[in-house]
């Protein structure tokens, strides 16, 4: 088993950065793949950026260049930089982890946090 607690959400202007945080606990060693997802009311929830077990990354096309995800085993925390915040970013965050999530899907992954919210105003 393993938990996952987010934090590091809130309310910016369009433009602005945001980094948000991934504590994980339990279990972690089963679970090296992690993920980013987010989830706007009245839509399905999609990937936004995905790290294995050697920090190769992958993003979605709306986070090339603006999110970046990393992660301090240490600590073992996930972040997520956020820059140049859109009004369309506006959703609920995610921190996920798998044993093998080979994909950015959220199908590929069976740990989730509580979610963090973002709100982006224009």
């Known amino acids: 088993q393993v938990e996952l607690v987010e934090s590091g959400g809130g309310s910016v202007q369009a433009g602005g950065s945001l980094k948000l945080s991934c504590v994980a606990s339990g279990d972690t060693y089963t679970s090296p793949y992690m993920a980013w997802f987010r989830q706007a009311p009245g839509k399905e929830r999609e990937g936004v950026a995905r790290?294995?077990?050697?920090?190769?990354?992958d993003y979605a096309d709306f986070a090339k260049g603006r999110f970046t995800i990393s992660k301090d085993k240490a600590k073992n925390t996930l972040y997520l930089q956020m820059n140049n915040l859109k009004p369309a970013d506006t959703a609920k965050y995610y921190c996920?982890?798998?044993?093998?999530?080979?994909?950015?899907?959220?199908?590929?992954?069976?740990?989730w946090g509580q979610g963090t919210q973002v709100t982006v105003s224009s």
């Open positions: 996920a982890a798998d044993p093998s999530g080979y994909y950015l899907y959220a199908g590929s992954f069976r740990y």
């Open positions: 790290i294995n077990r050697a920090d190769n990354t």
